[in-house]
Protein backbone atom coordinates (compact mmCIF):
# COMPACT_ATOMS: atom_id res chain seq x y z
CA UNK A 1 0.00 0.00 0.00
CA UNK A 2 1.41 3.61 -1.15
CA UNK A 3 1.83 5.74 1.72
CA UNK A 4 -0.58 8.67 1.02
CA UNK A 5 -3.24 5.15 0.79
CA UNK A 6 -1.94 4.27 4.41
CA UNK A 7 -2.64 7.65 5.92
CA UNK A 8 -5.90 7.71 4.32
CA UNK A 9 -6.84 4.61 5.80
CA UNK A 10 -5.71 6.02 9.32
CA UNK A 11 -8.06 9.05 9.00
CA UNK A 12 -10.77 6.88 7.28
CA UNK A 13 -10.71 5.18 10.41
CA UNK A 14 -10.69 8.05 12.80
CA UNK A 15 -13.50 9.50 11.09
CA UNK A 16 -15.81 6.66 10.87
CA UNK A 17 -16.92 6.44 14.83
CA UNK A 18 -17.65 10.30 14.59
CA UNK A 19 -19.79 9.58 11.66
CA UNK A 20 -21.66 7.00 13.28
CA UNK A 21 -22.05 8.07 16.82
CA UNK A 22 -23.82 11.33 14.85
CA UNK A 23 -25.96 9.12 13.48
CA UNK A 24 -26.85 6.73 16.11
CA UNK A 25 -26.92 9.07 19.30
CA UNK A 26 -28.15 12.40 17.12
CA UNK A 27 -29.61 11.30 14.34
CA UNK A 28 -32.96 13.16 15.54
CA UNK A 29 -31.56 16.90 16.04
CA UNK A 30 -32.76 19.39 13.88
CA UNK A 31 -30.03 21.20 11.52
CA UNK A 32 -31.86 23.25 9.82
CA UNK A 33 -35.80 24.17 8.28
CA UNK A 34 -37.05 24.41 4.77
CA UNK A 35 -38.80 27.57 3.35
CA UNK A 36 -41.23 27.46 0.70
CA UNK A 37 -38.94 29.35 -1.27
CA UNK A 38 -36.39 26.84 -1.59
CA UNK A 39 -38.31 24.68 -2.32
CA UNK A 40 -39.40 26.16 -5.56
CA UNK A 41 -36.28 27.65 -5.86
CA UNK A 42 -33.47 24.89 -6.10
CA UNK A 43 -32.52 24.20 -3.10
CA UNK A 44 -30.75 27.06 -2.01
CA UNK A 45 -28.60 26.97 1.13
CA UNK A 46 -30.74 23.73 3.33
CA UNK A 47 -27.81 22.29 4.95
CA UNK A 48 -28.29 18.79 3.45
CA UNK A 49 -25.16 17.48 2.24
CA UNK A 50 -22.03 16.32 4.70
CA UNK A 51 -18.07 17.19 3.05
CA UNK A 52 -15.11 17.71 5.01
CA UNK A 53 -12.78 18.49 1.85
CA UNK A 54 -14.30 21.76 1.01
CA UNK A 55 -16.72 24.54 2.60
CA UNK A 56 -17.76 27.75 0.99
CA UNK A 57 -18.79 30.85 3.41
CA UNK A 58 -20.53 33.44 1.89
CA UNK A 59 -18.57 35.90 2.75
CA UNK A 60 -15.21 34.50 3.05
CA UNK A 61 -15.07 32.53 0.19
CA UNK A 62 -13.93 28.27 -0.32
CA UNK A 63 -11.77 26.82 2.48
CA UNK A 64 -10.24 23.59 1.32
CA UNK A 65 -9.45 21.44 4.31
CA UNK A 66 -10.09 24.31 6.42
CA UNK A 67 -7.61 26.62 4.66
CA UNK A 68 -8.25 29.97 2.88
CA UNK A 69 -6.97 29.99 -0.74
CA UNK A 70 -4.05 32.21 -0.12
CA UNK A 71 -3.21 29.75 2.76
CA UNK A 72 -3.31 26.59 0.23
CA UNK A 73 -1.20 28.78 -2.29
CA UNK A 74 1.24 29.88 0.81
CA UNK A 75 1.90 26.56 2.55
CA UNK A 76 1.69 23.73 -0.71
CA UNK A 77 5.15 22.50 -1.69
CA UNK A 78 6.43 24.45 -4.92
CA UNK A 79 8.20 23.52 -7.93
CA UNK A 80 11.81 24.71 -8.03
CA UNK A 81 11.37 28.75 -8.73
CA UNK A 82 7.57 28.57 -8.84
CA UNK A 83 4.98 31.07 -7.21
CA UNK A 84 2.30 28.14 -8.11
CA UNK A 85 2.33 24.74 -5.61
CA UNK A 86 2.17 21.55 -6.96
CA UNK A 87 -1.12 20.19 -7.92
CA UNK A 88 -0.19 16.85 -6.18
CA UNK A 89 0.38 18.96 -2.87
CA UNK A 90 -3.49 19.88 -3.31
CA UNK A 91 -4.29 16.26 -4.48
CA UNK A 92 -2.45 15.00 -1.20
CA UNK A 93 -4.40 17.45 1.11
CA UNK A 94 -8.03 17.06 -0.17
CA UNK A 95 -7.49 13.43 0.58
CA UNK A 96 -6.09 13.31 4.11
CA UNK A 97 -6.74 16.64 5.42
CA UNK A 98 -2.68 17.45 6.10
CA UNK A 99 -0.86 19.47 3.75
CA UNK A 100 2.00 17.36 2.58
CA UNK A 101 6.10 17.62 2.62
CA UNK A 102 7.95 17.80 -0.10
CA UNK A 103 8.40 14.09 0.16
CA UNK A 104 4.40 13.24 0.00
CA UNK A 105 4.32 15.34 -2.88
CA UNK A 106 6.98 13.06 -4.60
CA UNK A 107 5.14 10.33 -4.06
CA UNK A 108 1.61 11.32 -5.58
CA UNK A 109 4.07 12.81 -8.22
CA UNK A 110 4.92 8.60 -8.91
CA UNK A 111 1.97 7.72 -8.20
CA UNK A 112 0.48 9.54 -10.98
CA UNK A 113 3.58 8.57 -13.71
CA UNK A 114 2.84 5.12 -13.32
CA UNK A 115 -0.88 5.50 -13.75
CA UNK A 116 -0.39 8.18 -16.74
CA UNK A 117 -1.01 5.95 -19.81
CA UNK A 118 -4.33 6.17 -22.06
CA UNK A 119 -5.55 3.21 -23.26
CA UNK A 120 -5.77 3.21 -26.98
CA UNK A 121 -9.18 3.30 -27.35
CA UNK A 122 -9.75 6.04 -25.48
CA UNK A 123 -7.94 8.16 -28.62
CA UNK A 124 -9.98 6.41 -31.28
CA UNK A 125 -12.86 7.37 -28.89
CA UNK A 126 -11.69 11.37 -28.84
CA UNK A 127 -10.75 10.49 -32.72
CA UNK A 128 -14.57 9.34 -33.25
CA UNK A 129 -16.54 11.82 -31.85
CA UNK A 130 -18.79 13.70 -34.83
CA UNK A 131 -17.56 17.12 -35.87
CA UNK A 132 -18.67 20.15 -33.99
CA UNK A 133 -18.86 17.99 -30.80
CA UNK A 134 -18.26 21.07 -28.00
CA UNK A 135 -15.06 19.51 -26.14
CA UNK A 136 -16.71 18.84 -22.88
CA UNK A 137 -18.91 16.73 -24.60
CA UNK A 138 -15.78 15.00 -25.71
CA UNK A 139 -14.08 14.74 -22.00
CA UNK A 140 -17.47 13.44 -20.66
CA UNK A 141 -17.51 10.35 -23.58
CA UNK A 142 -13.81 9.76 -23.43
CA UNK A 143 -14.33 9.16 -19.47
CA UNK A 144 -17.10 7.22 -19.43
CA UNK A 145 -15.46 4.63 -22.19
CA UNK A 146 -12.96 4.23 -19.52
CA UNK A 147 -15.56 2.57 -17.37
CA UNK A 148 -14.91 -0.68 -18.57
CA UNK A 149 -10.65 -0.28 -16.52
CA UNK A 150 -13.16 0.29 -12.68
CA UNK A 151 -11.73 -1.43 -10.11
CA UNK A 152 -14.26 -0.82 -8.13
CA UNK A 153 -17.07 -2.02 -10.56
CA UNK A 154 -15.05 -5.09 -10.56
CA UNK A 155 -14.73 -5.78 -6.44
CA UNK A 156 -18.26 -5.18 -5.93
CA UNK A 157 -18.78 -7.71 -8.68
CA UNK A 158 -16.83 -9.98 -7.35
CA UNK A 159 -18.53 -9.55 -3.73
CA UNK A 160 -16.14 -7.16 -1.36
CA UNK A 161 -17.39 -6.22 1.52
CA UNK A 162 -18.54 -2.21 2.13
CA UNK A 163 -15.44 -1.60 4.81
CA UNK A 164 -13.31 -2.10 1.58
CA UNK A 165 -14.97 -0.22 -1.03
CA UNK A 166 -13.61 2.85 -0.90
CA UNK A 167 -10.11 1.24 -1.38
CA UNK A 168 -10.96 0.27 -5.16
CA UNK A 169 -12.55 3.22 -5.48
CA UNK A 170 -9.24 5.36 -4.85
CA UNK A 171 -7.72 3.28 -7.12
CA UNK A 172 -10.24 4.50 -10.06
CA UNK A 173 -9.58 8.10 -8.72
CA UNK A 174 -6.18 8.19 -9.14
CA UNK A 175 -6.04 5.97 -12.26
CA UNK A 176 -8.39 8.58 -13.62
CA UNK A 177 -6.68 11.97 -12.40
CA UNK A 178 -3.61 10.93 -13.42
CA UNK A 179 -5.12 10.12 -17.29
CA UNK A 180 -6.84 13.53 -17.30
CA UNK A 181 -3.84 16.13 -18.46
CA UNK A 182 -3.30 13.54 -21.36
CA UNK A 183 -7.19 12.96 -22.52
CA UNK A 184 -7.57 17.04 -22.00
CA UNK A 185 -4.40 18.02 -24.44
CA UNK A 186 -5.74 15.25 -26.67
CA UNK A 187 -8.87 16.76 -27.15
CA UNK A 188 -7.60 20.02 -27.80
CA UNK A 189 -4.44 18.83 -29.96
CA UNK A 190 -7.32 16.89 -31.75
CA UNK A 191 -9.51 20.00 -32.54
CA UNK A 192 -7.51 22.88 -32.81
CA UNK A 193 -4.19 21.53 -33.65
CA UNK A 194 -4.57 18.85 -36.62
CA UNK A 195 -4.31 16.08 -33.95
CA UNK A 196 -0.52 16.94 -33.55
CA UNK A 197 -0.01 15.47 -30.23
CA UNK A 198 3.13 16.38 -27.69
CA UNK A 199 3.80 13.41 -26.08
CA UNK A 200 3.88 13.33 -22.32
CA UNK A 201 7.10 14.34 -20.03
CA UNK A 202 7.77 11.88 -17.56
CA UNK A 203 9.63 14.37 -15.76
CA UNK A 204 7.04 17.31 -15.17
CA UNK A 205 4.39 17.54 -12.59
CA UNK A 206 0.58 17.64 -13.10
CA UNK A 207 0.21 21.63 -14.06
CA UNK A 208 3.74 21.42 -16.01
CA UNK A 209 3.06 18.08 -18.18
CA UNK A 210 -0.40 19.61 -18.95
CA UNK A 211 0.74 23.03 -20.31
CA UNK A 212 3.99 21.26 -22.33
CA UNK A 213 1.40 18.88 -24.16
CA UNK A 214 -0.61 21.65 -25.16
CA UNK A 215 2.15 23.66 -26.42
CA UNK A 216 2.65 26.33 -24.15
CA UNK A 217 5.67 27.65 -23.18
CA UNK A 218 6.22 29.13 -19.57
CA UNK A 219 4.48 30.87 -17.76
CA UNK A 220 1.55 28.61 -18.72
CA UNK A 221 2.88 25.89 -16.40
CA UNK A 222 2.07 28.44 -13.84
CA UNK A 223 -1.20 29.28 -15.12
CA UNK A 224 -2.34 25.91 -15.10
CA UNK A 225 -1.49 24.79 -11.79
CA UNK A 226 -3.41 28.09 -10.25
CA UNK A 227 -6.26 27.39 -12.79
CA UNK A 228 -6.49 23.54 -11.94
CA UNK A 229 -6.09 24.47 -8.15
CA UNK A 230 -8.48 27.31 -7.83
CA UNK A 231 -11.29 25.20 -9.73
CA UNK A 232 -10.91 21.96 -7.83
CA UNK A 233 -13.67 22.24 -5.32
CA UNK A 234 -16.64 24.53 -4.28
CA UNK A 235 -18.04 22.49 -1.37
CA UNK A 236 -20.37 19.55 -2.05
CA UNK A 237 -23.75 21.49 -2.98
CA UNK A 238 -23.07 23.03 -6.32
CA UNK A 239 -24.07 21.38 -9.58
CA UNK A 240 -20.75 19.29 -10.99
CA UNK A 241 -19.91 18.50 -6.97
CA UNK A 242 -23.12 17.31 -6.29
CA UNK A 243 -23.83 15.34 -9.48
CA UNK A 244 -20.84 13.72 -8.52
CA UNK A 245 -21.87 12.55 -5.18
CA UNK A 246 -25.60 11.53 -6.38
CA UNK A 247 -24.25 9.44 -8.87
CA UNK A 248 -21.51 7.93 -6.93
CA UNK A 249 -24.38 7.41 -3.78
CA UNK A 250 -25.57 5.02 -6.62
CA UNK A 251 -22.64 3.13 -6.02
CA UNK A 252 -21.83 4.05 -9.41
CA UNK A 253 -17.90 3.86 -10.38
CA UNK A 254 -15.74 7.04 -10.14
CA UNK A 255 -15.85 7.08 -14.20
CA UNK A 256 -19.76 7.19 -14.33
CA UNK A 257 -19.69 9.35 -11.42
CA UNK A 258 -17.21 12.09 -13.04
CA UNK A 259 -18.38 12.00 -16.19
CA UNK A 260 -21.52 12.98 -15.27
CA UNK A 261 -19.91 15.60 -13.42
CA UNK A 262 -18.48 16.92 -16.26
CA UNK A 263 -21.75 17.39 -17.80
CA UNK A 264 -22.97 19.40 -15.15
CA UNK A 265 -20.50 21.56 -15.31
CA UNK A 266 -20.85 21.69 -18.97
CA UNK A 267 -23.91 23.95 -18.57
CA UNK A 268 -23.86 27.76 -18.90
CA UNK A 269 -24.72 28.45 -15.47
CA UNK A 270 -22.37 26.71 -14.14
CA UNK A 271 -18.57 26.09 -15.62
CA UNK A 272 -19.30 26.69 -19.39
CA UNK A 273 -19.60 30.66 -18.01
CA UNK A 274 -16.06 30.71 -18.46
CA UNK A 275 -16.13 30.65 -22.06
CA UNK A 276 -19.39 32.64 -22.21
CA UNK A 277 -17.42 35.33 -20.43
CA UNK A 278 -14.80 35.62 -23.16
CA UNK A 279 -17.31 34.82 -25.50
CA UNK A 280 -19.25 38.30 -25.01
CA UNK A 281 -15.89 40.02 -24.24
CA UNK A 282 -14.75 39.27 -27.69
CA UNK A 283 -17.87 40.26 -29.42
CA UNK A 284 -17.86 43.72 -27.86
CA UNK A 285 -13.87 43.64 -28.77
CA UNK A 286 -14.61 43.03 -32.18
CA UNK A 287 -17.62 46.24 -32.06
CA UNK A 288 -15.18 48.36 -30.81
CA UNK A 289 -12.51 46.95 -33.33
CA UNK A 290 -10.27 46.18 -29.97
CA UNK A 291 -10.31 49.64 -28.88
CA UNK A 292 -10.89 49.77 -24.69
CA UNK A 293 -14.51 51.06 -24.04
CA UNK A 294 -14.86 54.03 -22.14
CA UNK A 295 -16.99 53.18 -18.80
CA UNK A 296 -20.07 55.03 -20.46
CA UNK A 297 -19.38 52.35 -23.40
CA UNK A 298 -19.49 49.22 -21.23
CA UNK A 299 -22.14 50.28 -19.07
CA UNK A 300 -24.30 50.49 -21.92
CA UNK A 301 -22.78 47.05 -23.35
CA UNK A 302 -23.84 45.21 -20.04
CA UNK A 303 -27.31 46.89 -19.70
CA UNK A 304 -28.08 45.57 -23.29
CA UNK A 305 -27.07 42.52 -22.20
CA UNK A 306 -29.59 42.52 -19.54
CA UNK A 307 -32.00 44.20 -21.51
CA UNK A 308 -32.13 41.47 -23.93
CA UNK A 309 -32.99 39.30 -21.21
CA UNK A 310 -29.43 37.71 -20.57
CA UNK A 311 -27.63 37.04 -17.63
CA UNK A 312 -24.02 39.09 -16.95
CA UNK A 313 -22.01 36.21 -17.59
CA UNK A 314 -19.16 36.24 -14.79
CA UNK A 315 -21.50 37.85 -11.87
CA UNK A 316 -23.73 36.31 -9.26
CA UNK A 317 -23.65 33.71 -7.03
CA UNK A 318 -25.85 31.07 -5.51
CA UNK A 319 -23.89 31.19 -2.12
CA UNK A 320 -20.74 33.89 -2.65
CA UNK A 321 -22.44 37.39 -0.76
CA UNK A 322 -18.69 38.96 -2.17
CA UNK A 323 -16.07 39.16 -4.29
CA UNK A 324 -14.86 35.74 -5.18
CA UNK A 325 -11.59 34.97 -4.10
CA UNK A 326 -10.75 32.96 -6.63
CA UNK A 327 -11.47 35.70 -8.65
CA UNK A 328 -9.01 37.72 -6.94
CA UNK A 329 -6.17 35.46 -6.78
CA UNK A 330 -6.28 35.65 -10.82
CA UNK A 331 -6.89 39.42 -10.49
CA UNK A 332 -3.55 39.43 -8.59
CA UNK A 333 -2.06 37.61 -11.65
CA UNK A 334 -3.21 39.80 -13.85
CA UNK A 335 -2.36 42.90 -12.61
CA UNK A 336 1.17 41.36 -11.88
CA UNK A 337 1.58 39.51 -15.22
CA UNK A 338 -0.84 41.13 -17.43
CA UNK A 339 -1.81 44.12 -16.74
CA UNK A 340 -1.53 45.92 -20.26
CA UNK A 341 -3.54 43.05 -22.04
CA UNK A 342 -6.74 44.78 -23.53
CA UNK A 343 -9.20 41.63 -22.70
CA UNK A 344 -7.81 42.31 -19.06
CA UNK A 345 -8.48 46.14 -19.69
CA UNK A 346 -12.00 45.13 -20.16
CA UNK A 347 -12.50 42.64 -17.42
CA UNK A 348 -11.56 45.45 -15.25
CA UNK A 349 -13.51 47.87 -16.58
CA UNK A 350 -16.21 45.30 -15.84
CA UNK A 351 -15.10 44.83 -11.97
CA UNK A 352 -16.02 48.91 -11.80
CA UNK A 353 -18.95 48.84 -13.55
CA UNK A 354 -21.05 45.90 -12.98
CA UNK A 355 -22.08 45.36 -9.70
CA UNK A 356 -23.73 49.31 -9.39
CA UNK A 357 -25.48 48.42 -12.72
CA UNK A 358 -26.27 44.70 -11.13
CA UNK A 359 -27.74 46.24 -7.60
CA UNK A 360 -29.50 49.23 -9.48
CA UNK A 361 -31.16 46.36 -11.24
CA UNK A 362 -32.36 44.92 -7.96
CA UNK A 363 -32.65 40.87 -9.22
CA UNK A 364 -29.48 39.33 -8.26
CA UNK A 365 -28.91 38.54 -4.51
CA UNK A 366 -24.80 38.79 -5.58
CA UNK A 367 -23.74 41.72 -7.84
CA UNK A 368 -20.18 40.90 -7.48
CA UNK A 369 -17.64 38.90 -10.17
CA UNK A 370 -17.56 35.17 -9.69
CA UNK A 371 -14.37 33.06 -10.91
CA UNK A 372 -15.05 32.81 -14.22
CA UNK A 373 -15.03 36.97 -14.80
CA UNK A 374 -11.67 36.80 -14.75
CA UNK A 375 -10.44 32.89 -15.71
CA UNK A 376 -10.81 33.06 -19.85
CA UNK A 377 -8.87 36.74 -19.91
CA UNK A 378 -5.79 35.06 -18.57
CA UNK A 379 -5.84 32.04 -20.48
CA UNK A 380 -6.56 34.41 -23.54
CA UNK A 381 -3.90 36.39 -22.87
CA UNK A 382 -1.01 33.08 -22.85
CA UNK A 383 -1.80 32.21 -25.86
CA UNK A 384 -5.21 29.83 -25.57
CA UNK A 385 -7.99 31.67 -28.08
CA UNK A 386 -10.18 28.41 -28.00
CA UNK A 387 -12.55 29.70 -25.65
CA UNK A 388 -14.76 26.12 -26.23
CA UNK A 389 -11.97 24.66 -24.14
CA UNK A 390 -11.69 26.47 -21.08
CA UNK A 391 -14.25 24.60 -19.34
CA UNK A 392 -12.31 21.32 -19.45
CA UNK A 393 -9.60 22.77 -17.62
CA UNK A 394 -12.01 23.73 -15.08
CA UNK A 395 -13.37 19.92 -15.69
CA UNK A 396 -10.09 18.81 -14.76
CA UNK A 397 -9.61 20.48 -11.85
CA UNK A 398 -13.09 20.05 -10.45
CA UNK A 399 -12.37 16.43 -10.95
CA UNK A 400 -9.74 16.34 -7.90
CA UNK A 401 -12.48 17.90 -5.26
CA UNK A 402 -15.11 15.31 -6.54
CA UNK A 403 -13.06 12.20 -6.60
CA UNK A 404 -11.49 13.39 -2.88
CA UNK A 405 -15.86 13.82 -1.88
CA UNK A 406 -16.32 9.81 -3.84
CA UNK A 407 -13.56 8.50 -1.86
CA UNK A 408 -14.52 9.56 1.56
CA UNK A 409 -18.45 9.13 0.46
CA UNK A 410 -17.75 5.59 -0.43
CA UNK A 411 -15.08 5.31 3.19
CA UNK A 412 -17.89 6.87 5.31
CA UNK A 413 -20.85 4.94 3.90
CA UNK A 414 -22.85 7.69 2.44
CA UNK A 415 -25.95 5.84 1.39
CA UNK A 416 -27.97 6.39 -1.47
CA UNK A 417 -29.02 10.38 -1.90
CA UNK A 418 -32.92 10.21 -2.12
CA UNK A 419 -34.68 13.61 -1.08
CA UNK A 420 -38.15 14.09 -0.99
CA UNK A 421 -40.38 16.22 -3.75
CA UNK A 422 -43.88 16.95 -3.04
CA UNK A 423 -46.58 18.19 -5.26
CA UNK A 424 -48.02 22.21 -5.59
CA UNK A 425 -50.85 20.69 -3.94
CA UNK A 426 -49.00 19.75 -0.64
CA UNK A 427 -47.06 23.05 -0.83
CA UNK A 428 -50.10 25.24 -0.90
CA UNK A 429 -51.75 23.01 1.95
CA UNK A 430 -48.85 23.96 4.09
CA UNK A 431 -48.37 27.91 2.75
CA UNK A 432 -51.89 28.52 3.05
CA UNK A 433 -52.15 27.26 6.38
CA UNK A 434 -53.43 30.42 8.34
CA UNK A 435 -51.34 29.09 11.44
CA UNK A 436 -48.33 28.08 8.91
CA UNK A 437 -44.61 29.07 10.56
CA UNK A 438 -43.08 31.73 8.41
CA UNK A 439 -39.22 31.79 8.81
CA UNK A 440 -37.15 34.19 10.34
CA UNK A 441 -34.39 33.82 7.86
CA UNK A 442 -33.09 36.97 5.99
CA UNK A 443 -31.79 34.98 2.78
CA UNK A 444 -32.19 31.68 1.50
CA UNK A 445 -28.75 30.94 1.00
CA UNK A 446 -26.81 31.44 3.66
C1 LIG B 1 -24.62 32.02 -10.76
C2 LIG B 1 -26.11 32.21 -10.87
C3 LIG B 1 -26.66 31.11 -11.76
C4 LIG B 1 -26.73 32.09 -9.48
O1 LIG B 1 -28.11 32.04 -9.65
P1 LIG B 1 -29.10 32.37 -8.45
O2 LIG B 1 -28.63 31.73 -7.20
O3 LIG B 1 -30.45 32.02 -8.92
O4 LIG B 1 -28.91 33.93 -8.32
P2 LIG B 1 -29.90 34.97 -7.65
O5 LIG B 1 -30.70 34.36 -6.56
O6 LIG B 1 -29.06 36.15 -7.33
O7 LIG B 1 -30.89 35.30 -8.86
C5 LIG B 1 -31.96 36.21 -8.69
C6 LIG B 1 -32.25 36.85 -10.03
O8 LIG B 1 -31.11 37.64 -10.41
C7 LIG B 1 -30.69 37.25 -11.69
N1 LIG B 1 -29.24 37.29 -11.79
C8 LIG B 1 -28.35 36.67 -11.00
N2 LIG B 1 -27.11 36.87 -11.48
C9 LIG B 1 -27.23 37.62 -12.59
C10 LIG B 1 -26.33 38.11 -13.54
N3 LIG B 1 -25.02 37.84 -13.47
N4 LIG B 1 -26.80 38.84 -14.55
C11 LIG B 1 -28.13 39.11 -14.65
N5 LIG B 1 -29.04 38.64 -13.79
C12 LIG B 1 -28.59 37.90 -12.77
C13 LIG B 1 -31.15 35.80 -11.82
O9 LIG B 1 -31.19 35.40 -13.20
C14 LIG B 1 -32.49 35.86 -11.16
O10 LIG B 1 -33.39 36.44 -12.07
P3 LIG B 1 -34.93 35.95 -12.16
O11 LIG B 1 -35.50 36.29 -10.83
O12 LIG B 1 -35.46 36.73 -13.30
O13 LIG B 1 -34.86 34.47 -12.40
C15 LIG B 1 -26.44 33.62 -11.46
O14 LIG B 1 -25.86 34.61 -10.66
C16 LIG B 1 -25.99 33.77 -12.90
O15 LIG B 1 -26.72 33.37 -13.82
N6 LIG B 1 -24.76 34.33 -13.14
C17 LIG B 1 -24.22 34.42 -14.47
C18 LIG B 1 -23.65 33.10 -14.90
C19 LIG B 1 -22.39 32.76 -14.15
O16 LIG B 1 -21.49 33.59 -14.03
N7 LIG B 1 -22.28 31.51 -13.69
C20 LIG B 1 -21.09 31.04 -12.99
C21 LIG B 1 -21.32 30.90 -11.53
S1 LIG B 1 -19.86 30.47 -10.66
Request: with cysteine.
Amino acid sequence: MSRLKDKLHDKIEAQRPRINKLLKEYGDVIIDEVTVSQVIGGMRGIKSLISDISYLDPFEGIRYRGYTLPEIFEKLPKPAGADMPYVEGLVYLLLTGDIPTEKEVEEVLDEFQKRRILPRYVYEVIDAMPCCSHPMTILSSAIMTMQRESFFAKKYKSGINKLEYWDSTYEDAMNLLAKLPEIGTYIYTKLYRDGKRIQQNPNLDFGSNFAHMLGFEKPFDEVSRLYFIIHADHEAGNVSAHTGHLVASSLADVYLSIASMINGLAGPLHGLANQEVLRWLIELYDKMEGKIPTEDEMRQYVWDTLNAGHVVPGFGHAVLRKTDPRYMLQREFSLKHLPEDPIFKYVDLLYKVVPPILLEQGKAKNPWPNVDAQSGAVLWHYGLREYDFYTVMFGIGRAIGICANIVWDRALGFPLERPKSITTDMVEKVAFNPKAKRSKKKGSAE
